[in-house]
């Protein structure tokens, strides 16, 4: 049988709808597409950064490098907890204050003995309270507001104590020591009772005393303490810091 092969010489015809795209030569493509740069390393900052910067925000901004998160907290413990501004305004109140007592002994010695204490207000006068009559805290807040350098001296110590508490706290705004309590101008008087921080003396058979120095220093930051986490809420308080072994 003889087989017709005249449809196999014909072209083909392509069906119909948008052309298929062909490839663009070898050279076109080179010719378009722009060289790729690289940029040596030596090039780049290589400062190291040792540091954990503190940062706040969606931004992320920092604002403060872990060198001067160090230099921060650790002037502010000096001056908290080793015997800094705090206690020396604290230590000159002594005697101002024993004298006070003194005379409050020979004056009227049964309000001398009674169960009271005092602090500094906001205003920045002294503030008495306790198991006392209205006409006793009065009276005592009379004598001890006369007493130009103990209300001086008084006022140092709020001022240090904020002020380094602040310090403490840093830009995060929190802290995991005396300043993660919530202690401020208005209600230091309800918190710290200054008249329990002056019994707080060196005893004389257990330290060498240094010439000047009537209280204890670690007694005296102890009582602090315990007032604190006796009679302050606890407001600033770090995180806890989780640490996540990764097994290598």
Do not use: C
Not at 7 to 19: E, F, I, R
Not at 84 to 94: E, I, P, Q, R
Not at 204 to 229: C, P, R, W
Request: avoid cysteine.
């Amino acid at each position: 049988m003889k087989v017709d092969t005249s449809a196999l010489a014909q072209p083909q015809v392509q069906p119909s709808g948008p052309a298929t795209p062909k490839t663009p030569p070898k050279e076109t493509v080179n010719a378009t597409l722009a060289p790729d740069v690289y940029h040596r390393s030596g090039e780049q900052d290589q400062t190291p950064t040792y540091s954990r910067p503190v940062v706040i925000g969606e931004g992320q901004v920092l604002l403060e490098t872990a060198e001067e998160t160090i230099k921060r907290v650790g002037d502010a413990h000096s001056q908290l907890y080793a015997g800094g501004d705090m206690f020396h305004a604290a230590n000159k109140m002594v005697e101002h204050y024993d004298d006070f007592m003194g005379m409050l002994e020979l004056t009227d010695p049964m309000l001398a003995e009674k169960n009271w204490r005092f602090s500094v207000d906001e205003q920045g006068l002294m503030k008495v309270s306790g198991d006392l009559s209205e006409d006793e805290i009065t009276t005592l807040e009379t004598k001890l507001n006369n007493n130009q350098e103990l209300v001086k001296y008084a006022n140092e110590v709020k001022e240090a104590f904020l002020k380094y508490t602040e310090m403490e706290r840093g830009p995060s705004g929190t802290s995991s020591y005396w300043g993660k309590y919530d202690v401020n101008e208005e209600n230091f008087a309800d918190i710290i009772d200054m008249k329990s921080l002056m019994e707080e003396r060196v005893e004389l058979k257990a330290y060498k005393v240094t010439a000047g120095i009537n209280l204890s220093v670690l007694d005296f930051v102890d009582n602090v303490a315990e007032q604190l986490k006796s009679k302050a809420e606890v407001a600033f308080e770090d995180e806890p810091f989780n640490y996540i072994h990764d097994g290598a």
